[in-house]
């Protein structure tokens, strides 16, 4: 009876397992269903990476015709520059605060076709150190300005011109950290004089313009390397308020006083 008991729960388990393999066998795509689905997938690849580079050569095109429509404009404000500023600035005589000596001829040329006089250029970097201290900024500024004949520290001198009264400075950096303090109280003692103080950078060094130039209350411009930041700059030093040029920050590209420039202003 055993044996028989055996026997038949062998032959029960045979067959179960012949039905699960039926009903596996049944239930799983023949190659010829997977042959059909990896050709789908394969289509639908296909298609989208033509889609994406379809997509990506209009945006290549795209940005190349906005490059020329750059160029061909700056070269037109290079162009225009000179006449839209022309005695704008007429008999302003102009300091100049810079990172380093020479680094800012372009600004300078740019005061002049304006009618600005540059009567004295300061570099920052050899004095970097010494500016730590506000009471050396305010010293400097005394000095710049022509008010004493005593240099705050050896070797305080102009890079270009010499000490002199001014009507307006621009600061030009970017700015050393470790100047900060000094250039503050130096911008604060020019302001004190009723002295026109403008800040001014390239577009390549924005990053901490904007938060030093409304910390010290001053009004600027961030790309003072292209023909609409130089007009800005010109604009600012003529008597308009606010903060010009790429930054997200910015009142806007232009000062409203440019506008009315352009209609005979």
């Known amino acids: ?78 162009c225009a520059f000179p006449v839209l500023v022309k005695d704008r600035l007429n008999g302003k005589r102009a300091g100049l605060i810079v990172p380093a000596a020479g680094t800012a001829d372009a600004l300078a040329e740019t005061l002049t076709i304006a009618g600005a006089e540059v009567s004295w250029e300061f570099a920052v970097g050899p004095a970097a150190d010494r500016l730590a201290q506000a009471e050396a900024g305010r010293a400097a500024a005394l000095y710049l300005l022509g008010e004493t004949k005593d240099a705050p520290w050896p070797g305080c001198t102009p890079a270009a011109g010499a000490p002199a009264p001014v009507e307006a400075v621009v600061l030009y950096g970017p700015v050393e950290r470790a100047a900060a303090p000094g250039l503050a109280a130096l911008c604060r003692t020019l302001k004190g004089r009723d002295i026109r103080v403008i800040g001014a950078v390239a577009t390549s060094n924005q990053e901490n313009s904007f938060a030093l130039f409304q910390e010290w209350q001053l009004s600027g411009v961030d790309n003072a390397d292209t023909p609409a930041g ?19 920050a910015a009142a806007g590209f232009l000062p409203p006083l440019v506008s009315e420039w352009g209609q005979g202003g």
């Open 1 to 78: 009876m055993v044996d028989l008991k055996y026997h038949l729960l062998t032959l029960t388990a045979v067959f179960l397992a012949l039905t699960l393999g039926i009903f596996i066998g049944t239930a799983l795509p023949g190659p010829e269903l997977i042959w059909g689905e990896q050709q789908n997938v394969i289509a639908d690849l296909k298609a989208t990476f033509s889609e994406l580079k379809s997509e990506s050569s209009a945006q290549k095109a795209e940005l190349a015709a906005l490059r020329r429509q750059k160029l061909a404009a700056d070269e037109l404000g290079r």
């Open 230 to 248: 130089s007009a800005a700059l010109v604009a600012l030093l003529q008597g308009a308020q606010g903060y010009f040029g790429w930054s997200p």
